[in-house]
């Protein structure tokens, strides 16, 4: 398909140098920062409105238990479909605001295996299946990065990273936020109980 994209369709898709030249989403950082803050609320409230709703409950029973949701009469092929739809369309908005925002994009861009890595590991950190665990992932991804970065350590950064990933996936595959928010839990309850 990307062959095709690229030969056939070159004048529509500007071939291997893609398009540039877009114009900024907005004049200002501050500007574009509220806008897409805005989009990840609404974006984040409407993804806990469908993991609450039936529709949530189908995607969880279809991870959970594929044969068993398709013993129970869930057409499981349909809904990865339109879990593919879904996340099709947050990644597209995603990837809109990441094209305005460098008023370039191009089919080889920065789309290599790091990012793809960056991507699982934050929603490794947050916990795997949690809407809330990805946005705290991501956090505690860039905040660490930023980090790094503060100490000169930013040749390491994939070393490091893949370290965490390895010691979140052995030790805390619920993620860091489920752990945190439970010692938190039994801490006040500690404090209350005095």
Do not use: C
Not at 51 to 74: N, P, Q, V, Y
Not at 81 to 101: D, E, P, Q, R
Not at 153 to 168: C, E, G, N, T
């Amino acid at each position: 398909l990307k062959v095709f994209l690229l030969g056939s369709l070159s004048e529509i898709f500007f071939g291997s140098e893609g398009i540039s030249g877009l114009p900024k989403l907005t004049k200002s950082t501050i500007s574009t920062y509220f806008i897409v803050f805005i989009s990840m609320v609404i974006s984040f409230i409407i993804l806990i409105q469908i993991s609450k709703s039936k529709l949530g409950t189908i995607f969880k029973s279809i991870r959970d238990d594929e044969t068993g949701a398709d013993a129970s009469g869930i057409n499981t092929t349909k809904y990865k479909i339109i879990a593919f739809l879904i996340s099709g369309v947050f990644a597209g908005m995603a990837g809109a605001f990441y094209a305005l925002h460098n008023t370039a994009v191009n089919p080889s861009g920065n789309y290599g295996i790091v990012i793809s890595f960056f991507a699982i590991l934050m929603a490794s950190l947050g916990g795997l299946a949690t809407i809330s665990g990805a946005a705290v992932g991501a956090f505690f991804f860039i905040f660490l990065e930023y980090i790094l970065i503060e100490l000169n350590a930013s040749i390491y950064v994939q070393l490091i990273f893949a370290l965490v990933l390895i010691l979140v996936v052995r030790f805390s595959e619920r993620g860091i936020l489920k752990p945190i928010l439970e010692n938190l839990k039994d801490l006040w309850d500690v404090l209350l109980a005095r």
